[in-house]
Nanobody, 123 residues
Framework: QVQLVESGGGLVQAGGSLRLSCAAS????????MGWYRQAPGKQRELVAT???????NYADSVKGRFTISRDNTKNTVYLQMNSLKPEDTAVYYC?????????????????WGQGTQVTVSS
């Protein structure tokens, strides 16, 4: 019913910047909280940042002051601006969204994940 498509990952040197995008598509009624998580090799997936439909934000301590999450509700898209990147930011970054969508005459709300995009920061 709903798909999340991420873009913007890549290879960057330490101190550099990247911007990730995640667009939700489908029979979307409302995109609720959206966010980014990451998973480094051999580690558990962890929260990076979230943003509510009212644009309240929450960040992991490790990225505060360096990363900025934002969203465009007209496009059902969430962004992650990553500045001052460090080698320890290297991970697969996953978009997550709580989406209310149409199922005929009914609405349903489910949690969705993107396919992941690789971010590699070289020292």
């Amino acid at each position: 019913q709903v798909q999340l498509v991420e873009s913007g990952g890549g290879l960057v040197q330490a101190g550099g910047s990247l911007r990730l995008s995640c667009a939700a598509s489908g029979r979307i009624v409302r995109a609720n909280t959206m966010g980014w998580y990451r998973q480094a090799p051999g580690k558990q997936r962890e929260l990076v940042a979230t943003i509510t439909s009212g644009s309240s934000t929450n960040y992991a301590d490790s990225v505060k002051g360096r990363f900025t999450i934002s969203r465009d509700n007209t496009k059902n898209t969430v962004y992650l601006q990553m500045n001052s990147l460090k080698p320890e930011d290297t991970a697969v970054y996953y978009c997550n969204a709580d989406i209310t969508y149409s199922k005929g005459i009914l609405f349903s709300t489910e949690d969705y994940w993107g396919q992941g995009t690789q971010v590699t920061v070289s020292s």
